[in-house]
Every structure is written in C-alpha cells, then in structure tokens.
C-alpha cells in the first residue's frame, strides 16, 4: 500500500524553499494536519482528544468557516495548535487566475491575524493544488506553502475500520506531515485508538513552521 503517490514524491524531490513538503525530523517528530475546518460538529471531539495526550497539530482553516465560527479558532490557538491557511473559500485553485489565489490567502491570513497575532500563515492550496506560478509566489516572498507526505485518505469512502488498518500497517515515519481532516469524525474516530498506540511506541507530534526553515 502506497502512501506516497507520485504527486508526493515529485514534490518531494523539490527544495523546501518552494514547497515543505515533510517537516523537521528532529528528535523523530511526525506532524498530524487538519484540513477543511473549523467545524463545530467535530473540531470540538478532535480537540478533545488531542488534549487528552498533550499532542498539538496544526489546522489549516477555511477563511469563510474562521468567520462563521471564531469561537473555535480561539480554543485551537489557546490549546497550543497553529493555525494554517487553507484559502477563504476552498474553490479549486485550478481554474484561477493568480490574483484569485492570492486573495484568497491573503484574505483569509488577515481574518487569522487577530488569533495568532501572525501576518502570513503556512497555507496548503485546496486539494494541494500547487501551480508553478503558486510556487514561485510563495518562494520569491519567502512565504511557507505546505503539502503533505502521508495522506491518510480519511477523505474517501472506505469505512473507518478500514482507515485505522491503514494508519496501524503503514504508521508516519519521522518527519512525515500527515494529511486529515475535522468536517467528518472519520480521523479522530480512528485516532482515539491508534494515537495512544503511536505515543507508547515512541512517536512524538509537533507543529508545523510558522514561516519557511
């Protein structure tokens, strides 16, 4: 079972000055990730447990979902999580034009800046669009574009049975940044067991950058 299909490993094979695409291997760290939120239905569950174990991920957050819901963006920066930027309207990237995209980063760090007191935030495009001209913005203004090395795949359809067999017979490995997501209780389902796991054989978790290493 391949958890790193070719998009990531042609990424990967970029310098971190345009795209991070694992993060820092010291000390073994591993990255959890969260995409698509804040969701009330479910952010609050993942919180839940991430505090149970004192782990700390990094959210990337949706611009129109911070407005909707500010409450929860406190209680994710107050519990030692970053925040990431994950666009103001989570449109597809694709079709874009270049001034688009950046309103929509743009836009959406100015909404997170009253929480974290940070101007630019790591941003992951919707659905890891990374178009050349993305990539050079980001590099030439030093500006720190993430996607991601392990994707869980807590997206698709396969039951949750399923996803937890996956993250117990392929785990991240140092440095890896995973891909999930809190608008469904899919991955806290499956971390509420194999997190645990993962922290008595050893792992640790931390967040992302804030700017570019």
């Given at each position: 079972m391949n958890m790193r299909p070719k998009k990531q490993q042609l990424l990967g094979l970029l310098p971190e000055s345009l795209v991070m695409v694992r993060g820092p291997r010291t000390g073994g760290a591993r990255y959890l990730t969260f995409?698509?939120?804040?969701?009330?239905?479910?952010?609050?569950?993942?919180?839940?447990?991430?505090?149970?174990?004192?782990?700390?991920?990094?959210f990337f957050l949706i611009g129109e979902k911070v407005e909707r819901?500010?409450?929860?963006?406190?209680?994710?920066?107050?519990?030692?999580?970053?925040?990431?930027?994950?666009?103001?309207?989570?449109?597809?990237?694709?079709?874009m034009s270049l001034e688009k995209k950046l309103y929509e980063v743009n836009h959406t760090d100015e909404l997170l800046y009253p929480f974290d007191g940070l101007r630019h935030h790591p941003m992951r495009p919707p659905r890891g669009d990374m178009a050349p001209s993305l990539l050079w913005y980001f590099a030439t203004h030093r500006r720190l574009l993430v996607h991601w090395s392990y994707d869980s795949l807590d997206y698709q359809e396969a039951?949750?049975?399923?996803?937890?067999?996956?993250?117990?017979?392929?785990?991240?490995?140092?440095?890896?940044?995973?891909?999930?997501h809190d608008d469904s209780d899919k991955a806290s389902n499956a971390l509420r067991t194999v997190l645990p796991e993962w922290l008595t054989a050893g792992y640790r978790f931390r967040v992302l950058p804030a700017v570019m290493p």
């Open positions: 995409d698509d939120g804040p969701e009330p239905a479910h952010t609050p569950r993942l919180l839940d447990l991430l505090a149970a174990h004192q782990v700390h991920a990094t819901h500010p409450a929860l963006v406190e209680r994710i920066v107050a519990e030692g999580h970053r925040l990431g930027n994950h666009s103001y309207s989570h449109y597809s990237f694709r079709p039951s949750e049975e399923a996803l937890l067999a996956r993250l117990r017979t392929m785990p991240p490995q140092p440095g890896d940044i995973v891909l999930m």
